[in-house]
């Protein structure tokens, strides 16, 4: 089946050690979004790609970064994750063709000690 | 910029009952509608949503919602809730932006269900 993966689905880093979550997509879609979602709270869109275009929301902290090398793959790193970062991360993809609906990946844990 | 506000914050309600789940969005051009649902420890399913036309969207597992211009809501309503309905339920909204889509979410529902 067509889907979103990330990897891991849990995660614990250090306090300011970095770290980098992953996504796949078998949806060929050209759009890739990361949302930070914290308990009991709505999804925050953190950035999101058009194809290779990076669009970065206002208020993202610097401390993090994204990449895509390629259609399938989008990466989040967070260079020095403070305990404010302990948060599920979410992935969704979506493409114009298929009516801007955003399909979610099961989202990474993150745990910072 | 568009926002999303959902009143309910936590409704409890036993099986069978009726469900409505309020969502208001502010933005003043033409906007894209969804429900999203969360079950417990899974992740975001579109339940149903809302571009154009009949303004009475049906979704899945019995759910619809009905968009309303003139008050700027889109309500969730389901006639007989289940145990299985239990989850986090999410209003959201884009603004068309061909290729841009900027899903802006409210804060959400947390749905609980006696059996």
């Known amino acids: 089946d067509a889907m979103v993966i990330q990897n891991p689905r849990y995660q614990v880093t250090q306090f300011g050690k970095p770290v980098t979550l992953s996504c796949s997509q078998t949806?060929?879609?050209?759009?890739m979004y990361w949302y930070q979602q914290k308990s009991s709270q709505a999804p925050k869109l953190l950035f999101h790609?058009?194809?290779?275009?990076?669009?970065n929301e206002a208020d993202t902290p610097d401390n993090f970064q994204s990449r895509r090398p390629n259609t399938s793959f989008c990466f989040l790193d967070i260079r020095s994750p403070g305990l404010g970062d302990a948060a599920m991360y979410l992935c969704?993809?979506?493409?114009?063709?298929?009516?801007?609906?955003?399909?979610f990946g099961p989202g990474t844990r993150l745990l910072v000690l | 910029a568009q926002s999303v506000s959902q009143h309910n914050h936590h409704v409890i309600l036993s099986e069978a009952a009726s469900l409505e789940l309020g969502c208001n969005y502010s933005?003043?051009?033409?906007?894209?509608l969804f429900w999203y649902v969360q079950y417990p420890g899974q992740h975001l399913q579109l339940l149903l949503k809302?571009?154009?036309?009949?303004?009475l969207v049906k979704g899945i597992k019995g759910f619809e919602a009905e968009f309303i211009k003139s008050k700027f809501s889109f309500n969730l309503r389901k006639p007989s809730v289940q145990w299985s309905d239990t989850a986090e339920y999410f209003c959201?909204?884009?603004?068309?932006?061909?290729?841009?889509?900027?899903?802006?979410f409210g804060t959400g529902t947390r749905l609980t269900i006696i059996p």
């Open positions: 959201a909204v884009t603004v068309s932006n061909f290729g841009n889509e900027k899903l802006t």
């Open positions: 809302y571009f154009s036309g009949d303004p």
């Open positions: 949806l060929n879609h050209n759009v």
């Open positions: 933005y003043g051009g033409t906007v894209n």
């Open positions: 969704a993809t979506s493409d114009p063709g298929t009516g801007e609906t955003q399909y």
């Open positions: 790609y058009y194809d290779k275009d990076f669009n």
